[in-house]
């Protein structure tokens, strides 16, 4: 445990994310002590999550969060519209350095660790961050990965020193107890287990492409190209 | 799959709410064809959800919703500050009286569900919809349940007719899978848990009390007493 020391969680929000990828393990997240986390964009205000039913809150710019200790960066339709966005490229690469300034800080102390959750991992490889490094993605987009560099592994969180990556959306809630036990400790990490009461049951067993195979696969790829994307709607 | 038709799917969000209970569903649910989903409360505006650091947008009010298909209840420690809130507690009766007037449509034409997640549940039973029923809640809350004559049931999901409970926070995927598969079809469930790839591989493996065991379990009710309510932020 951190007694007495805030650590300072960073979830950058952008428009058309996937409210998943950042609430799963905001959920987790905030529970460990002291956690505090911000939710932060290009400035304050409302973004609004893919298919826009759903608004969520940025309460801080970039620049006004400079250093936090975590970062995870959720992905999403609108995470492509960003690949090139310099301020936030800019703000996860000087994060970065200041992780990566410090490798020897014992963990408990001083806990740095950039993270992301689907296609959040597309704008941590866009910033030079996973350049040579295993890193994980939503299944249909390892390419993209590859683009900028990264090796991506088919896996449901992959660990690379202080970089943790998550597979797609839902992966994020297992990613973020593994970083609660890191941040804190295991024992920590499992009562917020039990108290997310997260001993998932799924009705179906085709959460992944080896589980579902080549037919189901092939007709969720089609059903991804008829999702209308939040510009069009 | 239900072609041209709008499916409303309304979910309450209040102050001091447990986000996960609400974005887990919404994720799976918003990606059913045509699903409309509406955050709904007393009145539009930013609620916050617990421990204050995330805000989600509620676009409507309770009455601009009065005949949504499916509702979606979560909960959250603020659950207990409506547990006597005649506005809701009427909405949720006059919905649910509307559900249950048309029992013989088939469900693929209409689909009429009233659902919770978490301390949702005491909402539902709070309005008298749960009585005599079976019915599931977070883990540490079964009493609730019971002082409303609901029969508290140890079980992740918990389905009477068109009343789907779910036990804590993270059950909510499970039971909105299930739901999506009343609602559409088995295959659209597949392919949305393929989509947000939900093959879930927790890193420990205490997210129910009896996995968790009795000390795991008495420290995490200690923990969660040690949890500032959001009116003391």
Redesign the interface.
């Known amino acids: 445990m951190m007694a007495g020391k805030k650590l300072e969680i960073a979830i950058p929000i952008f428009h058309d994310l996937?409210?998943?990828d950042a609430?799963?393990p905001?959920?987790v997240l905030?529970?460990l002590p002291n956690a505090?986390?911000?939710?932060v964009s290009h400035k304050p205000g409302?973004l609004r999550a893919?298919?826009g039913?759903?608004?969520?809150?940025a309460?801080a710019s970039f620049e006004e969060v400079p250093n936090p200790q975590v970062v995870l960066v959720p992905g999403g339709p609108g995470s492509k519209a960003l690949m090139q966005d310099q301020v936030l490229l800019d703000w996860l690469r000087k994060v970065q350095q200041f992780l990566s300034s410090e490798p020897t800080v014992p963990v408990h102390d001083t806990t740095l660790f950039t993270t992301s959750v689907?296609t959040g991992s597309h704008l941590l490889a866009a910033a030079g961050i996973l350049r040579g490094l295993e890193a994980t993605t939503?299944?249909n987009t390892y390419d993209v990965l590859s683009q900028y560099g990264a090796k991506p592994v088919a896996k449901?969180?992959v660990r690379q020193g202080k970089i943790l990556t998550a597979?797609?959306?839902?992966?994020g809630?297992?990613m973020a107890?593994?970083l609660a036990?890191l941040i804190a400790d295991?024992?920590t990490?499992?009562?917020i287990?039990?108290?997310?009461?997260?001993?998932?049951?799924?009705?179906?067993d085709?959460?992944?492409?080896s589980?579902?195979g080549p037919e189901?696969?092939a007709?969720?790829i089609e059903?991804?190209k008829k999702?209308v994307p939040i510009t069009d709607l």
Chains 1, 2 share one sequence.
């Open positions: 996937t409210a998943l609430i799963g905001y959920e905030q529970l505090q986390i911000k939710f409302l893919c298919r039913s759903l608004s969520l809150q309460t689907c939503h299944w449901r969180v597979a797609g959306v839902s992966s809630i297992d107890l593994e036990a295991e024992t990490a499992k009562v287990q039990l108290l997310i009461e997260y001993d998932p049951q799924p009705p179906f085709t959460g992944s492409v589980k579902a189901l696969t007709r969720t059903f991804v999702i």
